[in-house]
């Protein structure tokens, strides 16, 4: 893999404020310029003097102001792993805003880092959209001791399941030992719980030596609550808007909004040239609050293009949308925001409200039976833009799903309930793989959440080690306000160690083996039919029987036919059998060994014929 040539000389940097945002990760930071020197920048426009602080060395050594608001100096005797603070008119010293590590968390002193790393994944072609199963994991709950290298030595289970991609929760620097990685202060430092940034780039090389795509989830919405500095060194952050978890970054500021612009999509672009990741998925990308024209998020698409042009490099930009955006997936040059695909949820809460009618795990509103036929039919249920509200709506015609991403369960959908439960616990195993089934053999992009795949017993809480205790408590409250719905009397709360410790998956021999074989065998059989062609939107039919909980996907091509019945029901239901018409081999059937046959369907209940 090659990196974009740096277009702007190290040590001329009087033009770094018309750099494209693209090269901009070059400069900012401290960078090793030489075998014992380093090159320190830093975006302070409102800053009369910047110093550096090097821990166990000089001090106070000053900045030289520079055009943009940066400020720049070069110091010798100072190389890779040596710890420095910034302090602005002298102030306190404070970690750098694109500090590449935070060694002893986000409060202390910053690290220079020597990005020089021995990749081997040369031939890595990167992801296959058409192939897309797309696996989220929590690097601190995924292995017991919840490092990169450790996760490497599972990577061997997601093979032999079948996934072909994996999606991290975010790594960005957060205050305390864990969290979900939302609260992020330090964005171009993965957090020290996990590893160093060595130990990233080793646990990125090993998943694509097997096979495997690396997404990265980001936080461009706002800043974590804690550790948050920013304000020391400039306008990076909203006067004008705010949002529920931190600050809002400035990105519509008529004098300063450009230079924010240039920080936030230059660490786009860091993530995957530096670590080589093949895309990244941009949280909550509805909430990133921008007046100006163009949006933010379309010029994150339009630099990391252009980036990926330069080097020759795949790679996919994923919006959590919640719900389906009508322009988030259309090409730039055509209008749109020029993502690849983005998440849309309606396909999970239309789901879980068959199985618990009246119950609610997000602030939207879902109809028992009616919405899951819905989104089968058109794609969706919800429809929003990033400036317009969301609202119930149906299409003139179905859309193409092929860049959707649908689950059962998430990170939000299993953490955003008080005790943390995962679907198979709130409904049943039988339920669980039924609903599998409709997920994996859809045209839309699956995602499956870390355990889901052997219906893990562990629950998978919202945690948090901030230190300051109001802030814990503002967290505690928080819960209750944003999900009033919940009795949170009874889960452990997000300060307690035990939410952080008892979410770790554990092995695969703890949980379900027949849940792990079928989703094995879902996964196998999409890649065979989504390979040949059948197994897509414009070859598909779908039928629903509400008053029994009928589903069915009919795909047909060149006299082929592949048929999904499944069959979903809430635990009060009658589960009698029932019907439906089909012709050809069973492939896969859920409830095997079973009584049911090809044609007829128990409650929860999924079978799949070829014809």
Same mark, same amino acid.
């Given at each position: 893999?090659?990196?974009?040539?740096?277009?702007?000389?190290?040590?001329?940097?009087?033009?770094?404020?018309?750099?494209?945002?693209?090269?901009?990760?070059?400069?900012?930071?401290?960078?090793?310029?030489?075998?014992?020197?380093?090159?320190?920048?830093?975006?302070?426009?409102? #800053?009369?003097?910047?110093?550096?602080?090097?821990?166990?060395?000089?001090?106070?050594?000053?900045?030289?102001?520079?055009?943009?608001?940066?400020?720049?100096?070069?110091?010798?005797?100072?190389?890779? /792993?040596?710890?420095?603070?910034?302090?602005?008119?002298?102030?306190?010293?404070?970690?750098?805003?694109?500090?590449?590590?935070?060694?002893?968390?986000?409060? /202390?002193?910053?690290?220079?880092?020597?990005?020089?790393?021995?990749?081997?994944?040369?031939?890595?072609?990167?992801?296959?959209?058409?192939?897309?199963?797309?696996?989220?994991?929590?690097?601190?709950?995924?292995?017991?001791?919840?490092?990169?290298?450790? #996760?490497?030595?599972?990577?061997?289970?997601?093979?032999?399941?079948?996934?072909?991609?994996?999606?991290? +929760?975010?790594?960005?620097?957060?205050?305390?030992?864990?969290?979900?990685?939302?609260?992020?202060?330090?964005?171009? #430092?993965?957090?020290?719980?996990?590893?160093?940034?060595?130990?990233?780039?080793?646990?990125?090389?090993?998943?694509?030596?097997?096979?495997?795509? &690396?997404?990265?989830?980001?936080?461009?919405?706002?800043?974590?609550?804690?550790?948050?500095?920013?304000?020391?060194?400039?306008?990076?952050?909203?006067?004008?808007?705010?949002?529920?978890?931190?600050?809002?970054?400035?990105?519509?500021?008529?004098?300063?909004?450009?230079? %924010?612009?240039?920080?936030?999509?230059?660490?786009? &672009?860091?993530?995957?040239?530096?670590?080589?990741?093949?895309?990244?998925?941009?949280?909550?990308?509805?909430? +990133?609050?921008?007046?100006?024209?163009?949006?933010?998020?379309?010029?994150?698409?339009?630099?990391?293009?252009?980036?990926?042009?330069?080097?020759?490099?795949?790679?996919?930009?994923?919006?959590?949308?919640?719900?389906?955006?009508?322009?988030?997936?259309?090409?730039?040059?055509?209008?749109?925001?020029?993502?690849?695909?983005?998440?849309?949820?309606?396909?999970?809460?239309?789901?879980?409200? %068959?199985?618990?009618?009246?119950?609610?795990?997000?602030?939207?509103?879902?109809?028992?039976?009616?919405?899951?036929?819905?989104?089968?039919?058109?794609?969706?249920?919800?429809?929003?833009?990033?400036?317009?509200?969301?609202?119930?709506?149906?299409?003139?015609?179905?859309?193409?799903?092929?860049?959707?991403?649908?689950?059962?369960?998430?990170?939000?959908?299993?953490?955003?309930?008080?005790?943390?439960?995962?679907?198979?616990?709130?409904?049943?195993?039988?339920?669980?793989?039924?609903?599998?089934?409709?997920?994996?053999?859809?045209?839309?992009?699956?995602?499956?959440?870390?355990?889901?795949?052997?219906?893990?017993?562990?629950?998978?809480?919202?945690?948090?080690?901030?230190?300051?205790?109001?802030?814990?408590?503002?967290?505690?409250?928080?819960?209750?306000?944003?999900?009033?719905?919940?009795?949170?009397?009874?889960?452990?709360?997000?300060?307690?160690?035990?939410?952080?410790?008892?979410?770790?998956?554990?092995?695969?021999?703890?949980?379900?083996?027949?849940?792990?074989?079928?989703?094995?065998?879902?996964?196998?059989?999409?890649?065979?039919?989504?390979?040949?062609?059948?197994?897509?939107?414009?070859?598909?039919?779908?039928?629903?029987?509400?008053?029994?909980?009928?589903?069915?996907?009919?795909?047909?091509?060149? /006299?082929?036919?592949?048929? %999904?019945?499944?069959?979903?029901?809430?635990?009060?239901?009658?589960?009698?059998?029932?019907?439906?018409?089909?012709?050809?081999?069973?492939?896969?059937?859920?409830?095997?060994?079973?009584?049911?046959?090809?044609?007829?369907?128990?409650?929860?209940?999924?079978?799949?014929?070829?014809?």
């Amino acid at each position: 893999m090659a990196s974009e040539p740096n277009r702007t000389e190290p040590n001329n940097l009087s033009n770094l404020a018309e750099t494209p945002a693209r090269q901009w990760h070059h400069f900012v930071g401290a960078h090793c310029s030489g075998s014992n020197q380093t090159t320190f920048v830093v975006w302070a426009p409102l #800053a009369k003097q910047v110093t550096v602080d090097i821990v166990d060395g000089p001090t106070g050594v000053p900045m030289k102001p520079q055009a943009g608001g940066y400020h720049r100096a070069v110091i010798d005797g100072v190389a890779a /792993g040596a710890c420095y603070f910034y302090c602005v008119d002298g102030g306190p010293q404070r970690p750098d805003p694109a500090s590449r590590f935070q060694p002893q968390g986000v409060h /202390g002193p910053s690290q220079v880092i020597d990005s020089e790393f021995d990749w081997t994944d040369q031939q890595w072609p990167g992801p296959d959209a058409k192939q897309l199963i797309v696996y989220e994991l929590h690097l601190g709950t995924f292995t017991q001791a919840g490092t990169y290298a450790a #996760a490497i030595e599972r990577l061997s289970e997601l093979v032999e399941l079948g996934v072909t991609a994996i999606e991290l +929760m975010p790594v960005a620097a957060a205050a305390g030992r864990w969290n979900w990685g939302y609260d992020g202060v330090a964005m171009f #430092a993965p957090l020290d719980a996990y590893g160093t940034p060595a130990d990233f780039r080793r646990f990125v090389d090993a998943a694509h030596a097997a096979g495997l795509a &690396v997404f990265l989830d980001v936080v461009y919405n706002h800043l974590g609550p804690e550790g948050n500095y920013l304000h020391d060194f400039g306008p990076y952050l909203s006067d004008k808007h705010n949002t529920v978890w931190g600050d809002a970054p400035n990105f519509d500021d008529p004098e300063h909004g450009d230079a %924010v612009r240039r920080f936030f999509i230059a660490n786009a &672009v860091y993530w995957l040239d530096e670590f080589h990741l093949d895309g990244l998925r941009v949280d909550a990308i509805h909430c +990133m609050a921008d007046d100006r024209e163009p949006h933010v998020a379309a010029e994150i698409s339009a630099a990391v293009q252009q980036w990926s042009e330069s080097v020759s490099r795949n790679v996919m930009l994923i919006a959590e949308s919640n719900v389906y955006d009508p322009e988030m997936n259309v090409p730039l040059d055509q209008g749109g925001i020029g993502f690849d695909a983005m998440w849309c949820d309606d396909f999970l809460h239309s789901t879980f409200s %068959v199985f618990r009618p009246g119950e609610q795990l997000c602030h939207r509103s879902y109809q028992p039976k009616t919405d899951l036929a819905h989104t089968l039919r058109h794609g969706y249920v919800y429809e929003g833009t990033l400036r317009q509200d969301r609202n119930r709506t149906t299409p003139k015609s179905p859309v193409d799903t092929n860049g959707l991403v649908y689950s059962i369960q998430n990170h939000d959908f299993i953490g955003n309930h008080p005790l943390g439960v995962r679907l198979h616990q709130l409904t049943s195993h039988d339920a669980h793989r039924a609903a599998a089934a409709l997920l994996m053999l859809s045209p839309a992009i699956p995602m499956l959440f870390m355990g889901e795949e052997f219906a893990c017993e562990k629950p998978f809480r919202f945690f948090v080690d901030f230190a300051d205790p109001n802030l814990r408590e503002a967290v505690v409250q928080g819960r209750r306000r944003e999900y009033p719905q919940h009795d949170w009397d009874s889960g452990v709360l997000p300060t307690d160690p035990k939410a952080f410790t008892s979410a770790k998956i554990g092995p695969i021999e703890a949980g379900n083996l027949q849940t792990w074989q079928w989703y094995r065998a879902l996964i196998a059989l999409r890649k065979t039919y989504r390979g040949s062609g059948l197994l897509d939107g414009s070859k598909l039919r779908t039928e629903t029987d509400l008053s029994s909980g009928l589903y069915i996907l009919r795909y047909s091509n060149d /006299g082929q036919r592949l048929t %999904v019945a499944v069959r979903l029901s809430a635990a009060t239901e009658p589960a009698e059998a029932i019907e439906y018409e089909t012709q050809g081999t069973v492939l896969l059937d859920s409830r095997e060994p079973t009584e049911a046959s090809a044609g007829t369907l128990l409650a929860n209940h999924a079978i799949v014929t070829l014809q």
